[in-house]
């Protein structure tokens, strides 16, 4: 029965690649990605294989979640926060929601989750992007203005309401107004409160903002010329830091390395992911039916791109050069410890 199974799923991309192949480049893409055997037992429903699932779903939803949910321990917890998040990004499926906290069963809904995920957008270009290791300076722009404590100003305002619309219960930017009525009081002197709180956070990003500003100038003005590229012509921060503690390069080498790895097994997923969607069909097909309702529902299907076409060109660019940083970052790391050596001669 094993021999049979093999024989089956490596038939329908023999010249991509297998589907063992294609599962683990995709699980070394992805945060603790599972073995291919889990997927193998998700395909037929086995419960050993929900755990690995759930958490696998958490780590991604999390890490492109835009408010950055915290790692929970707990799996109920991590569960809940699968099902709300599926859930706003409008999960067709309603099995998932139906499936026990407790992550007792359901691998199969699981795998399908995850392949919804990779089927709709660029999710894996979205990982690599909140996972990859900055060594220049970047700096997120603030654009607001001062705001007068004593009244209106004439420049736009960092909040969209005003304080006359406060005042008056008018509504401002589009925001519904605010009803005084005899079932419903506000207490403007505490939406007041609101605003200046909001007002002073935002002076104080502001000043923030000003003062790493004004470092960065510092540091870009005091290694001016050290930088072996012409068209940078000064240090960054993180290279700065290097020069200081030459120990710590063994930490972004070690994070150079763990990216270099992300990128080449999303390269090489994307060369085999035609393998892999076509034994999701299969998988498809040992499903149940959906309730009648759900056929309404809207569908995506995966966006498989032409492996001869250019769109993987930049990934494959941005990982030469990820090689040659980590080329570059390792030479201070060898100056350093050759003149450690020679030194205790």
């Known amino acids: 029965m094993a021999r049979r199974r093999r024989g089956v799923d490596r038939a329908p991309g023999a010249g991509l690649g297998t589907l063992p192949d294609a599962i683990a480049a995709l699980s070394r893409a992805l945060p603790i990605g599972p073995s291919p055997e889990t997927f193998r037992r998700a395909k037929f429903d086995h419960p050993e294989a929900t755990p690995a699932l759930w958490q696998l779903l958490f780590r991604v939803l999390s890490a492109i979640s835009e408010d950055g949910a915290k790692a929970?321990?707990?799996?109920?917890?991590?569960?809940?926060?699968?099902?709300?998040?599926?859930?706003?990004?409008?999960?067709?499926?309603?099995?998932?929601?139906?499936?026990?906290?407790?992550?007792?069963?359901?691998?199969?809904?699981?795998?399908?989750?995850?392949?919804?995920?990779?089927?709709?957008?660029?999710?894996?270009?979205?990982?690599?992007?909140?996972?990859?290791?900055?060594?220049?300076?970047?700096?997120?722009?603030?654009?607001?203005?001062?705001?007068?404590?004593?009244?209106?100003?004439?420049?736009?305002?960092?909040?969209?309401?005003?304080?006359?619309?406060?005042?008056?219960?008018?509504?401002?930017?589009?925001l519904p107004a605010l009803h005084m009525g005899s079932d419903l009081h506000v207490d403007v002197r505490h939406v007041q409160w609101l605003m200046g709180k909001l007002r002073f956070r935002w002076r104080n990003l502001m000043s923030t903002q000003q003062e790493?500003?004004?470092?960065?100038?510092?540091?870009?003005?005091?290694?001016?010329?050290?930088?072996?590229?012409?068209?940078?012509?000064?240090?960054?921060?993180?290279?700065?830091?290097?020069?200081?503690?030459?120990?710590?390069?063994?930490?972004?080498?070690?994070?150079?390395?763990?990216?270099?790895?992300?990128?080449?097994?999303?390269?090489?997923?994307?060369?085999?992911?035609?393998?892999?969607?076509?034994?999701?069909?299969?998988?498809l097909d040992i499903c149940p039916p959906q309730a009648p309702d759900a056929g309404s529902l809207p569908t995506f299907l995966p966006k498989i791109p032409d492996p001869v076409a250019g769109q993987w060109e930049l990934v494959a660019g941005e990982l030469r050069a990820l090689q040659e940083e980590l080329r570059a970052a390792s030479e201070p790391l060898r100056a350093a410890r050759e003149a450690q050596r020679f030194g205790h001669i």
Not at 76 to 95: D, H, T, W
Not at 154 to 166: A, F, M
């Open 72 to 174: 929970s321990g707990a799996l109920e917890a991590q569960v809940r926060f699968v099902k709300a998040a599926l859930r706003s990004q409008g999960y067709p499926r309603p099995a998932l929601a139906q499936l026990p906290e407790d992550g007792s069963r359901g691998s199969r809904e699981l795998l399908l989750a995850l392949s919804w995920l990779l089927a709709r957008g660029p999710l894996l270009e979205r990982l690599l992007a909140r996972t990859r290791v900055r060594l220049g300076d970047e700096m997120a722009v603030c654009e607001c203005f001062e705001v007068p404590s004593g009244g209106i100003s004439t420049e736009p305002d960092t909040c969209p309401l005003q304080h006359e619309d406060l005042a008056c219960g008018r509504d401002s930017a589009g």
């Open 212 to 283: 790493q500003c004004a470092l960065l100038s510092k540091v870009h003005t005091y290694t001016r010329g050290c930088h072996s590229d012409p068209s940078l012509g000064h240090l960054s921060a993180a290279e700065t830091e290097l020069l200081r503690d030459p120990e710590g390069s063994r930490q972004l080498l070690q994070a150079l390395e763990k990216e270099n790895a992300h990128l080449e097994a999303a390269v090489a997923w994307r060369h085999r992911e035609l393998v892999f969607w076509r034994w999701m069909d299969t998988v």
